[in-house]
Each structure stands twice: as structure tokens, then as C-alpha cells.
């Protein structure tokens, strides 16, 4: 080989050496960086390689804490604060990458690391996110899945149901509402009435619920649209069956305020006597009571003018009989002839004994 030859050689292998070098130094800084501000809760500019870079972090979704005309999603604000706590200004962090490095919107697509500790999942585990899923970038989806499943058991965050605004607690409230109506039957009127009216307001609260929750927009509430369609569509599902026993339960209820129940009637009669509040003993208004006479002079009973333990007796003729014999009076017998004398021919002794008449004739 002549001196030229090597001297070719020697440069282009140096040439390579230097390329090499500038290429490992190069990539070793995508992967390093210092973070600027935090954006949102799954969203932070970070400074990569002298140049500001957006990040949006893989597999983890966030509710929006900013939204333009629209008041911000269920724990949003929660979730960026924890971001910034988590990644404050002037953090040394690390990038790793997926197949697919930016989105759409020309976001770089990253998960974070703060020492050893993934940002992403630990988002998740927090219950501040859920984890999404987007062809190619897979890598990391099962770590940040495991870590929302922790926050589902503990019931953190978006899975509280101790936080008004979370589905779980929306779904809770409505859950314990119909639950509270009574399943017994009322005892009167006003009761019935009002077992009614708290199963009808619960069973508007529940369906108001259920609604609001299945019509989410996962374009404007990605959030709440994916934990309605996954991973809460079971107590979606109960949900919707409690509102329908809940509305058997409010038809008995109706049907107890015009129809009484066999219950009612026997403690109603039991008591002798009914309340102006309790049901009617038939399905039918009983018939009034006749007034009292308005006059202030009490009613001559006919008792009073009998004999204490005397009760006349009335023979076939409808005469009285009277059953004391010490009582009774003396039948008169009709006297004779005989002893009539001049009664019987009053002018028997009208004649004298000469033929004259007597002056008494």
C-alpha cells in the first residue's frame, strides 16, 4: 500500500470515529432533559436539547383542567397540580420513546422518568388519569394500566366516591337515593303519598345520572367518555337496573294511595276506629252515618216506663198481658135476669094495683 493509500485510509476511518461520536452524543440528549412549565396533567414543556419541547406523556389521559368556553373537567385542575408538584420548574428528568414520536398536533409523545420513578404511571396510580391505548405506541400501555387498576382498588381520584363529581360518587348518590325508598307499603294516605314522591325524585336523580354519563363527548371529555364506556360500564349497567326496580317500587307505592292493603284494614280495625290519615277500609267510600238530631232534648227510651225485669208479653191478638197476679184486676161477670130485677123492664112495676099507672112510671 503506498503513503498515499494509508493516508486516505487513516482520514476517512477518523471521519468515521467523529461521526459516530457526534451521532451517541446527539442521541444520549433526547433522552435527557430539564423541565420548563408544567401545561396540564398529562402535558409539560421540557427542555431537550437547547430547544423547548412539548411533551405529551404516552399511554395516560388526563381530565382537561383548561378547556376554551368550557368549565374544566372532573379533578382537571387536581391533576395539573399534582403534575407541577411531581415535576417542578428546573427538574432533571428522563425521555423514553415509543414507535410513534409525535401525534397530530406535533407533540413529541414521551414518558417521563424522575429518577427511577415513571411519571405516567404514577399519574394513574394517583387516580388523576386513566390509561389510553393509541396504535403503534404500546409500549408502556401495561404499566400505566396496572397502576389505574391499584387507583380503582383504593378508590383514588377519578374512582373516589367521596368526591361529588366523579362518576363513581354520581352514580353512588343516585345508587343510595332509590335504595332509601321503603319497600313496605304505607300505612296511610300521606305516607304512601310520600314513599311515591321519594322514589319519583330518586328515579329522576338516577336517570339524569345515567344520562349525563353515557352521552359524554370523547373529543371534548375523553376522560369521562372512556370510563363510562370501560371501565365503569358495570355500575352503569346497575345502575340502570336499580332505576327500573325502583320504578316497580314507585308504581306500588301509587297504586297504595287509591287501593288500601289488607295490612291497613286490619290495623284499622284492630284499633276500632280510623284517623282522618288513615287509607280507606275499601276501595269504595264508606257510607255516611246519619246525623243527630239537632234538637237538645234527649230521646224517651222506651225502656223507661217498664218494669225492671217485667217484660210485657204480647199474645197473638197484640193485648198486653200483664204476667203479675197480684196485679190484676177482678173480672166482672154480666149479672142475671134475676138479679136485675126492674132493670130488665124498667116498667114492670109501673102499674098500680087498681090499673092506675104510677106517677114514677
Known amino acids: 500500500m503506498t503513503k498515499k493509500a494509508i493516508g486516505v485510509s487513516l482520514l476517512v476511518a477518523s471521519a468515521m470515529a467523529v461521526g459516530a461520536t457526534a451521532f451517541t452524543s446527539s442521541s444520549a440528549s433526547e433522552h435527557r432533559g430539564t423541565v420548563i ?25 388526563t381530565p382537561q383542567a383548561k378547556q376554551p368556553q368550557r368549565s374544566a373537567e372532573c379533578l382537571g385542575p387536581e391533576a395539573a397540580e399534582f403534575l407541577e408538584r411531581t415535576l417542578p420548574a428546573g427538574q432533571k428528568v428522563t425521555l423514553e420513546y415509543d414507535a410513534q414520536r409525535t401525534d397530530h398536533e406535533g407533540q413529541t409523545l414521551a414518558v417521563v422518568y424522575k429518577a427511577d420513578q415513571l411519571i405516567n ?24 394500566s396496572q397502576a389505574q387498576r391499584e387507583a380503582e382498588s383504593a378508590e383514588r381520584g377519578l374512582f373516589s366516591t367521596k368526591i361529588a363529581c366523579t362518576i363513581p360518587a354520581q352514580i353512588n348518590d343516585a345508587m343510595k337515593a ?3 325508598v321503603p319497600v313496605e307499603l304505607g300505612q296511610t294516605v300521606e305516607q304512601a303519598d310520600a314513599r311515591a314522591q321519594q322514589a319519583a325524585a330518586a328515579i329522576a336523580a338516577g336517570r339524569a345520572a ?13 376522560v369521562s367518555a372512556a370510563l363510562a364506556e370501560d371501565a365503569l360500564a358495570p355500575a352503569l349497567e346497575d345502575l340502570a337496573e336499580t332505576i327500573e ?12 294511595v287509591a287501593t288500601p292493603s289488607k295490612k291497613v284494614n286490619a290495623g284499622r280495625k284492630a284499633a276500632g276506629k280510623q284517623s282522618p290519615t288513615q287509607l280507606p277500609e275499601e276501595s269504595k267510600a264508606e257510607e255516611p252515618r246519619p246525623k243527630k238530631s239537632q234538637t237538645n232534648s234527649p230521646r224517651k227510651s222506651k225502656k223507661q216506663n217498664q218494669p225492671e225485669n217485667q217484660p210485657k208479653r204480647v199474645n197473638p191478638d197484640r193485648k198486653p198481658v200483664n204476667d ?11 149479672p142475671s135476669r134475676e138479679h136485675l130485677g126492674s132493670r130488665v123492664n124498667p116498667r114492670a112495676n109501673c102499674e098500680a094495683p087498681n090499673g092506675q099507672s104510677s106517677k114514677n112510671c
Open 324 to 334: 203479675n197476679p197480684s196485679e190484676q184486676r177482678p173480672v166482672t161477670q154480666k
Open 210 to 222: 345515567a344520562d349525563a354519563l353515557q352521552a359524554q363527548d370523547r373529543k371534548e371529555q375523553l
Open 245 to 256: 326496580q325502583t320504578a316497580d317500587l314507585e308504581i306500588q307505592h301509587e297504586q297504595q
Open 121 to 144: 404511571s404514577e399519574i394513574a396510580a394517583q387516580g388523576f388519569g386513566i390509561a389510553i391505548k393509541f396504535d403503534p405506541n404500546t409500549k408502556f400501555h401495561e404499566q400505566v
Open 178 to 180: 332509590m335504595h332509601s
Open 37 to 61: 412549565p408544567v401545561i396540564d396533567g398529562d402535558t409539560v414543556d421540557i427542555m431537550v436539547s437547547g430547544a423547548k419541547t412539548r411533551i405529551h406523556l404516552l399511554n395516560i389521559a
